[in-house]
């Protein structure tokens, strides 16, 4: 029994589904014939890194923070 191989341009869009579309895994596995061990084994190999995760939930904590001090600045 052989099994299937895909390129990295197919598992890329795979694991955009789910981290991007939000798709459920079962379903994205589902409807591409993947098994969940390989879209699972995709997206831990093409998902942000953690360290990119972590700049960007400090990206987004600074820029909430500045959007709640802006009513503060304007109505004096």
């Not at 895909?6 to 991007?20: L, Q, S």
């Not at 995709?42 to 998902?47: G, M, T």
């Not at 700049?55 to 802006?70: H, I, M």
């Amino acid at each position: 029994m052989s099994k299937k191989r895909y390129n990295n341009a197919f598992n890329i869009e795979a694991v955009k589904h789910v981290t991007e579309r939000v798709h459920v895994v079962t379903d994205v596995a589902a409807r591409l014939d993947v098994s969940l061990h390989s879209l699972y084994q995709w997206i831990k190999r093409f998902s942000a890194t953690p360290a990119g995760l972590r700049r960007l939930k400090a990206e987004l904590k600074r820029v909430s923070e500045e959007r709640d001090t802006l009513p503060a600045l304007i109505h004096g």
